[in-house]
Nanobody, 128 residues
Framework: VQLQASGGGLVQAGGSLRLSCAAS????????MGWFRQAPGKEREFVTA????????YYADSVKGRFTLSRDNAKNTVYLQMNTLKPEDTAVYYC??????????????????????WGQGTLVTVSS
């Protein structure tokens, strides 16, 4: 399984970006897909996740109401629409897939160790 993240870039505060994460592989099947981010000097933190089959979405409080995660099952792709971006959103964004089992609790979804595959990361820079 390979995850290819794209869509990062430089944007002014208040602007928008859309990240994509395309999954490929002989037989791709994920229970949960998520996005994490890591700012310089900080630990990787949970941003959002989606249940692949139900489409249920989950968000960190810091992005709730501004970010929207969606999926296209036919394309094995998830999309992260980021609106009203703030300088504190600046980070490398990583998509990840949990393929062994569904992540059913907040603790599980927000734990990067629960995800089996990771994309290469895409840089989002928000200028003030």
């Amino acid at each position: 399984v390979q995850l290819q993240a794209s869509g990062g870039g430089l944007v002014q505060a208040g602007g928008s970006l859309r990240l994509s994460c395309a999954a490929s592989g002989r037989t791709f099947s994920a229970y949960t897909m998520g996005w994490f981010r890591q700012a310089p000097g900080k630990e990787r933190e949970f941003v959002t996740a989606i249940s692949w089959y139900s489409g249920s979405t989950y968000y960190a409080d810091s992005v709730k109401g501004r970010f929207t995660l969606s999926r296209d099952n036919a394309k094995n792709t998830v999309y992260l629409q980021m609106n009203t971006l703030k300088p504190e959103d600046t980070a490398v964004y990583y998509c990840a897939a949990a393929t062994v089992r569904a992540l059913r609790t907040v603790v599980e979804r927000e734990d990067p160790r629960r995800y089996d595959y990771w994309g290469q990361g895409t840089l989002v820079t928000v200028s003030s």
